[in-house]
């Protein structure tokens, strides 16, 4: 069950990341909007992960929910929601948070460069400084509360172990 603090804590979170974006313009002309599309090919549900008690959060904003493979809840993308009711994880896409709990940066998300222009052009791979700012921010409040703390370290670990699995194959 979310607590007011929670969910005061993702609102403000929510509100630092909802008038920036990555560009400053709407990335979604580059791609035709990919990132919030149905990936799976009918293979298992594709959509944004989620931070504990979002989904309770957003459960009345008419979005649809599945659960990832590892068993963690994720919004599934139909390319149809309003921004100010995104994720936290649409919010900072195509990048991640890097963080061990107390230190924070943003890096590029590996699981996007199959998808994202952001990631693939170089014409359009240096983020919005305001955007930056405010996910780094964002994070920071985020950290504050050990739910969202834990979560944010265990995907920026398992990222982490995605670029250096990339580097040993390479």
């Given at each position: 069950?979310?607590?007011?603090?929670?969910?005061?804590?993702?609102?403000?979170?929510?509100?630092?990341?909802?008038?920036?974006?990555?560009?400053?313009f709407?990335?979604?002309?580059?791609?035709?909007?990919?990132?919030?599309?149905?990936?799976?090919?009918?293979?298992?549900?594709?959509?944004?992960?989620?931070?504990?008690?979002?989904?309770?959060?957003?459960?009345?904003?008419?979005?649809?929910?599945?659960?990832?493979?590892?068993?963690?809840d994720?919004?599934?993308?139909?390319?149809?929601?309003?921004?100010?009711?995104?994720?936290?994880?649409?919010?900072?896409?195509?990048?991640?948070?890097?963080?061990?709990?107390?230190?924070?940066?943003?890096?590029?998300?590996?699981?996007?460069?199959?998808?994202?222009?952001?990631?693939?052009?170089?014409?359009?791979?240096?983020?919005?400084?305001?955007?930056?700012?405010?996910?780094?921010?964002?994070?920071?409040?985020?950290?504050?509360?050990?739910?969202?703390?834990?979560?944010?370290?265990?995907?920026?670990?398992?990222?982490?172990?995605?670029?250096?699995?990339?580097a040993?194959?390479?």
């Amino acid at each position: 069950m979310i607590s007011e603090k929670q969910r005061d804590t993702l609102l403000k979170a929510y509100s630092l990341l909802c008038e920036v974006t990555p560009r400053r313009f709407d990335c979604g002309t580059l791609c035709g909007s990919a990132c919030c599309k149905d990936l799976s090919k009918g293979l298992s549900p594709s959509g944004m992960a989620l931070l504990p008690h979002e989904k309770e959060l957003l459960s009345e904003s008419g979005f649809e929910f599945g659960i990832n493979d590892d068993g963690t809840d994720i919004l599934i993308c139909n390319s149809s929601c309003s921004r100010e009711l995104r994720p936290f994880a649409c919010r900072i896409f195509p990048y991640y948070v890097k963080t061990d709990g107390k230190n924070v940066s943003i890096g590029k998300d590996p699981r996007a460069a199959g998808i994202c222009p952001l990631l693939l052009d170089r014409r359009h791979r240096r983020a919005s400084v305001y955007f930056l700012r405010n996910a780094k921010r964002a994070v920071r409040l985020l950290s504050d509360e050990p739910d969202f703390c834990a979560d944010l370290v265990k995907t920026s670990d398992f990222i982490e172990s995605l670029y250096e699995l990339s580097a040993l194959t390479s």
